[in-house]
C-alpha cells in the first residue's frame, strides 16, 4: 500500500511516495514560494498530486507543513504574514474533492515528533528543533500533545533570562549567526562559524559557547518541567558530529541532577525526512 506525503516547509516543500514500512518508492522537492500565498502552495501542491497519481496508486494523502494546524479538519488555523493568505487553507477538502482521497494534516514539527514513535513508540519525549527559529514537539505516554489552542509545544517562545527576549532569539542557528557577525567574524552562515569554532578561534569560541549555554538553559527548564525520558534535537546542527557532547558539557554546568534525572539528549533519527515520515505515521494513526 502506498501513500503520498508533503512536508510544506517556508522555503522548500518535499514531496514522497511511502509504503506501509515507511520506506521511499520515490521522492523529491520543489520551491514553496511562500511569499506567493497560501492559494499558491495549495495549487503547488496539488499539481504535484496529479502529476505523482499519474504513475503511482496510493490510498491517503498525509501533509505535514508550517502553522498551527487544526488538525481535526485538514485546515490551516493561523499562519503569519510569511506565508499571506494560508489562514483557512483546507487541504482535507481539497484531496477529497480533487482526487477523492482522504487527507490528513499536521503541524511540521509535530509531524516530526511523530517520527520517532517508530522507534519509541510508547515513550515520554520531546522534540526540539534549532533552525531559523526552534520548534517543538510533546509526545506523552505516545500521544502527541497538541494543548487547548493547539500551539502545544512551542518551546521557542520561551523566556529563559532578564532580556526579555524569546528563547529562539537566543539560541536558534539565525541568531547564532546574527551574533558572529556582531563580532566581525567573516562569516555567512553557521557552518563557517563551526569551521572557526573548530579551528579553535577565540572569539567564535565565545559566540558558540554562549550559545550553547542558551540552548542547555531552555532544555534543563523542559527537563525540569515534563521529565521526558529522550530529548531529541533536529535541524542542520545536529547533524554536527560532536553537537550532542557540546551541548552536554554546557548542560552539566548547570543542570540539577535531582531534577534533570535520567533524562538523554539524542539527534533526531531521520533527519531530513523526519517532516514526510511523520507526517504518515500521523496519517496512520488515524
Not at 531534577?259 to 538523554?264: A, E, I, R
Request: glycine share 10%; aromatic share 12%.
Amino acid at each position: 500500500m502506498y501513500y503520498l506525503c508533503f512536508d510544506i516547509g517556508g522555503t522548500a516543500t518535499k514531496f514522497g511516495i511511502l509504503d506501509d514500512e515507511y520506506n521511499f518508492i520515490t521522492k523529491g522537492s520543489y520551491p514553496t514560494e511562500a511569499s506567493l500565498g497560501g492559494s499558491h502552495i495549495l495549487n503547488s501542491v496539488i499539481y504535484k498530486s496529479k502529476e505523482l497519481l499519474n504513475s503511482y496508486e496510493v490510498s491517503g494523502v498525509a501533509i505535514s507543513t508550517c502553522g498551527v494546524v487544526d488538525y481535526k479538519n485538514g485546515v490551516i488555523a493561523y499562519a503569519s504574514d510569511i506565508v499571506p493568505g494560508y489562514t483557512g487553507i483546507n487541504f482535507k477538502k481539497a484531496f477529497l474533492e480533487n482526487f477523492g482521497l482522504n487527507c490528513e494534516v499536521e503541524n511540521d514539527v509535530n509531524a516530526f515528533s511523530l517520527s520517532e514513535k517508530i522507534n519509541y513508540p510508547n515513550d515520554d519525549y520531546l522534540m526540539i528543533t534549532v533552525g531559523t527559529g526552534i520548534g517543538g514537539g510533546i509526545i506523552c505516554n505516545g500521544n502527541l500533545l497538541h494543548g487547548f489552542s493547539l500551539t502545544a509545544g512551542e518551546f521557542g517562545n520561551m523566556i529563559i533570562d532578564d532580556s526579555f527576549l524569546s528563547w529562539e532569539k537566543l539560541a536558534s542557528m539565525s541568531s547564532l549567526v546574527k551574533s558572529a557577525i556582531k563580532e566581525n567574524l567573516p562569516i555567512k552562515n553557521g557552518k563557517e562559524l563551526f569551521e572557526l569554532y573548530d579551528n579553535k578561534n577565540e572569539v567564535a569560541i565565545k559566540v558558540v559557547d554562549n550559545f550553547y549555554k542558551k540552548l542547555a538553559i531552555g532544555i534543563c527548564n523542559l527537563a525540569y518541567t515534563l521529565n521526558p525520558k529522550y530529548i531529541f534535537i533536529g535541524g542542520g546542527i545536529s547533524n554536527r558530529k560532536t553537537f550532542i557532547d557540546e551541548l552536554y558539557a554546557q548542560i552539566n554546568l548547570i543542570k540539577n541532577s535531582a531534577y534533570f534525572g535520567k533524562t538523554q539528549i539524542l539527534p533526531c533519527t531521520y533527519q531530513n525526512d523526519g517532516g514526510i515520515i511523520g507526517a504518515l505515521v500521523n496519517y496512520k494513526s488515524k
